[in-house]
């Protein structure tokens, strides 16, 4: 078999990975077209150093100083565990749905229903989020992007108005995103694809720019800027508190495998796609930020804290290459923003093939001409447009909603790495059908444990009601995030006791863990 061994032509490829999609009882309804760059890209773009770290580095170096880098490794280690988890899952189950379908195979029925529901309001609020980072780049660019409100909202989205000029600018991207994953997967793939480009070229380039300018040694992450005054644990406290950040900025490389039934050689590539986006991230995005710690003029600057890498930037490259590289992440948050959609869109559709969701029929129809799930690409626009508008008449809402969204992806990775991790522990996984494809063999008990034990470590610091991330002002911010997710569990559960009526009986004969 050509996913096995050497490349067949593309028509045989397309006939032998149909062929097994039929195996797991599908028809190959999407369009099969994505390579090995694609299926890197996708998976990259979501994570998106120019956007994540762009849009974040100031949350983290206000919180813990310039040692808060070390944030960065400790939780690249942990979701690495969780990659190399679902690159063995990837390899065995090319499926569009990723997280859901994972969970399906290995777990209750119950656990993968849930996996699905959350991670689909988990990315619709992150699409909001990353469209909202418009208002920090584009501004600070041209001033003609400041559409509402005056100078003084440039680049903020915290001021009355630059929440209305991020909700305007917003609208404009998902409106873009729903037309292009509409259009096609193979418009999405190359615009996807020139932005993946844009953004590894683009920081390649702005670290070598800051690396000309490097005033001080590495040394400077060892300065914690007195971080940890008013923590009771000291400086351990602001530290967990800065690891936010990079919590923030590490998930989504599932996105291969959800687009897994348009992807050629799936098992092959989907695997091998998972580990080098996260990878990749990880060195361009840890690279950037210790450079331009060691090339800001200021280290003390306050702007730091709250402008954070625009003003890094700027302030060290001048405006104008500053605006180019600028203009470069304002690219990279739009194919940011178009992969989370996607990554959506195709969990929609899995879950609604299986008839999992209300009016099923239509969020399961696909288009004879686009070969694209329309009606869920419809719902995922408008839905992202609803969260958006939360932002103009609450801003500290939307953060605790854009919050909580970072916590709807962990736990349903925990879905999946806890019953893989239940069937390791019974001798069950990897089973004796695995294939040829991706496996850690004797290493993967300790992998799969310790991405279990982060990934609760995580969701516990994430939970964590501080007032050093939501105010201090008012409880039900602090207790926001746990009270939004607890809700979310109680609609779906409302959801699954209506749909749980249409299962087949077969459903829950299913294995369990």
């Known amino acids: 078999m050509a996913v096995h061994g050497e490349s067949l032509p593309v028509d045989h490829r397309d006939d032998t990975d149909s062929a097994d999609l039929a195996g797991f009882g599908y028809g190959q309804q999407l369009e099969r077209s994505l390579g090995s760059f694609s299926s890197f890209a996708s998976g990259f773009s979501y994570i998106s150093i120019m956007t994540g770290v762009f849009q974040l580095f100031f949350f983290g170096f206000g919180s813990g100083g310039p040692a808060f880098i070390w944030t960065w490794p400790l939780v690249f280690l942990g979701q690495l565990a969780v990659a190399f988890c679902f690159a063995e899952m990837a390899g065995q189950y090319p499926l569009a749905g990723s997280v859901y379908q994972w969970s399906k195979q290995i777990a209750r029925p119950v656990t993968s229903w849930f996996a699905g529901w959350i991670m689909i309001v988990g990315a619709v609020v992150t699409a909001a989020a990353v469209a909202v980072a418009y208002q920090i780049i584009l501004p600070q660019v041209w001033s003609g992007f400041q559409i509402v409100g005056g100078a003084a909202d440039i680049g903020a989205t915290s001021t009355p108005g630059g929440a209305k000029n991020a909700?305007?600018?917003?609208?404009?991207?998902?409106?873009?995103?729903?037309i292009i994953n509409i259009v096609g997967v193979r418009v999405m793939a190359k615009i996807n694809n020139f932005g993946v480009a844009v953004e590894l070229g683009g920081i390649i380039l702005l670290i070598v720019a800051l690396a000309v300018h490097i005033r001080r040694g590495p040394e400077v992450v060892l300065r914690t800027s007195g971080a940890g005054a008013g923590h009771s644990a000291g400086y351990l406290g602001a530290f967990l508190v800065a690891s936010l950040m990079s919590a923030y900025v590490f998930y989504g490389f599932d996105t291969a495998g959800s687009l897994a039934e348009e992807t050629m050689e799936p098992r092959r590539h989907a695997p091998r796609a998972i580990i080098r986006a996260i990878t990749a991230a990880f060195i361009v995005g840890g690279l950037l930020m210790l450079v331009g710690m060691m090339a800001v003029g200021?280290?003390?600057?306050?702007?730091?804290?709250?402008?954070?890498?625009?003003?890094?930037?700027?302030?060290?490259?001048?405006?104008?290459?500053?605006?180019?590289?600028?203009?470069?992440?304002?690219?990279?948050?739009?194919?940011?923003?178009?992969?989370?959609?996607?990554?959506?869109?195709?969990?929609?559709?899995?879950?609604?093939?299986?008839?999992?969701?209300?009016?099923?029929?239509?969020?399961?129809?696909?288009?004879?001409?686009?070969?694209?799930?329309?009606?869920?690409?419809?719902i995922t626009g408008v839905f992202?447009?609803?969260?958006?508008?939360?932002?103009i008449g609450n801003q500290r809402a939307f953060f605790v909603l854009t919050s909580t969204?970072?916590?709807?992806?962990?736990?349903?990775?925990?879905?999946?790495?806890?019953?893989?991790?239940?069937?390791?522990?019974?001798?069950?996984?990897p089973g004796p059908d695995h294939g040829p494809y991706f496996r850690m063999g004797r290493f993967g008990l300790v992998v799969n444990a310790f991405a279990v034990l982060y990934g609760i470590a995580m969701v516990v610091n994430l939970f964590w009601p501080r007032g050093a991330v939501y105010g201090t002002d008012h409880w039900y911010y602090q207790w926001g995030a746990l009270l939004t997710s607890v809700l979310i569990v109680v609609v779906g559960g409302v959801m699954l006791a209506v749909r749980r009526r249409a299962w087949t009986a077969s459903d829950d004969a299913e294995v369990v863990s």
């Open 167 to 178: 909700i305007v600018l917003a609208l404009g991207l998902v409106v873009f995103t729903t």
């Open 405 to 429: 969204a970072i916590i709807l992806f962990y736990v349903p990775y925990l879905m999946v790495t806890g019953p893989m991790l239940l069937r390791r522990l019974r001798g069950a996984w």
């Open 384 to 391: 992202t447009i609803v969260v958006l508008l939360i932002n």
């Open 298 to 378: 200021d280290i003390h600057a306050k702007e730091l804290s709250v402008s954070g890498m625009p003003y890094l930037l700027k302030s060290t490259l001048g405006n104008t290459l500053g605006d180019v590289f600028l203009i470069c992440s304002g690219i990279a948050i739009t194919v940011c923003c178009l992969a989370v959609q996607t990554a959506a869109i195709r969990m929609i559709f899995a879950m609604a093939r299986d008839g999992r969701l209300p009016f099923g029929a239509s969020f399961s129809r696909v288009s004879p001409r686009s070969k694209t799930p329309v009606v869920p690409a419809l």
